[in-house]
């Protein structure tokens, strides 16, 4: 009987410790998702352009993605052949962004849509558009007389070296090495360099650089015209309201300051933090529909006030009280928010003349290899 008792508290050990052991290997599958989705995003952050992103699943039997015979290559793109290797990388990249693009049950990831495509042709395409255009930006960069100097080279190599040690593992349970993985990350990083030559090289034509938008720096509080219930006021508590903001604003004309005018307004109030916006500064678009759809006549006053200068707005359900914030000429917001502006208008111009030279590129399908190596073959760990 002591032999039999002691036989069972053996298997109940040894089942604890295999459950002890899945959970920590579920543990560290979870990690190292994680760790891959953080380098994508590292990635992209880096490369601050319009140049898709990844994310994906589903799982294969084992062995099942090994290339047969005369499937050494997926895509051909123009003379250039893709590998097996280099396609994978790609699909784990565009598979990651889509997974973290589209919410609900991972096990159900492949069922889902992404702006109405499903889930698997959104990567296919996405993977096909990214190379292609790696392909030819490449050859284009040449001919605009941008790229990247040995210095920025340098900096790349030692970033993706870190990336890849960590995330090396999915790419490796997915067949792909470290060559195929900075093969599929070094165009859209290389993207970004070429880009900050060429808007150096390429300024805009006059009259292409004009700010879309007024823009201006206020430090600002808002009244609410209803009770911290929902309940609206009176017209005869709305207008004393107004007629309270018009006594800030005459206060703050004498050289009070908005800090103190607010905090007089909280013990005027009992403290009531549910009955007005708190004090806030912010840099404000005067086509920033989170303002002009609410406050329309705060942000109207904001940009025809001069800087420095208090004033107040009255709207439909709020009363605001402002100053607008000094700005000098190595600061200007104005100047800072044009600058950026004008960028996006210089990124647009490169995006559409890199993208035009797209639609000429040949592009041959290896067919075998494509229904082989389908998003659907893609496996993550989680």
């Not at 006594?247 to 549910?274: A, F, M, P």
């Not at 912010?282 to 006549?297: F, G, K, L, M, Q």
């Not at 040949?362 to 659907?376: F, G």
């Amino acid at each position: 009987m002591a032999t039999e008792r002691r036989d069972e508290a053996t298997k109940v050990e040894s089942q604890e410790n295999k459950d002890k052991r899945r959970g920590f290997i579920t543990r560290k599958r979870s990690i190292m998702v994680v760790v891959a989705v953080l380098v994508l995003i590292a990635a992209i952050y880096l490369r601050s352009a319009l140049i898709s992103e990844d994310d994906e699943t589903v799982f294969t039997k084992e062995g099942e993605t090994i290339a047969e015979e005369g499937e050494t290559y997926v895509l051909k793109v123009d003379d250039k052949e893709i590998s097996t290797e280099v396609y994978r990388a790609y699909l784990i990249q565009k598979a990651l962004l889509a997974w973290n693009r589209v919410a609900g049950d991972q096990a159900e990831f492949m069922e889902q849509e992404i702006d109405g495509v499903a889930v698997p042709d959104w990567i296919e395409e996405e993977v096909r558009r990214q190379i292609v255009y790696d392909h030819v930006a490449r050859s284009e960069w040449d001919k605009l007389g941008v790229g990247v100097d040995q210095s920025d080279q340098e900096r790349l190599d030692v970033y993706l070296s870190q990336q890849w040690e960590a995330s090396r593992e999915i790419y490796e349970e997915n067949e792909s090495d470290e060559e195929a993985f900075r093969a599929a990350y070094e165009g859209f990083l290389y993207d970004d360099l070429a880009f900050n030559d060429y808007i150096v090289k390429n300024p805009l034509e006059e009259g292409e650089s004009q700010p879309t938008a007024q823009i201006a720096s206020v430090k600002y509080f808002i009244i609410n015209k209803y009770s911290y219930d929902g309940k609206e006021y009176t017209q005869e508590e709305k207008d004393k309201l107004v007629t309270l903001a018009e006594d800030y604003v005459k206060k703050l004309k004498k050289g009070r300051q908005i800090d103190e005018i607010y905090q007089n307004h909280l013990t005027l109030t009992g403290e009531d933090s549910s009955a007005f916006k708190p004090l806030a500064a912010s840099v404000i678009e005067n086509n920033n529909t989170e303002y002009t759809d609410t406050i329309p006549n705060f942000v109207n006053r904001l940009m025809e006030t001069p800087e420095g200068e208090p004033f107040y707005a009255d709207d439909e359900k709020h009363v605001t009280i402002g100053v607008r914030q000094l700005e000098d000429d190595r600061t200007s917001v104005q100047k800072v928010y044009g600058d950026n502006q004008i960028r996006q208008l210089q990124r647009d111009k490169f995006q559409a003349y890199m993208e035009g030279m797209t639609a000429n590129v040949k592009v041959e399908e290896n067919q075998s290899a494509m229904e082989r190596y389908s998003p659907q073959s893609i496996r993550l760990p989680w």
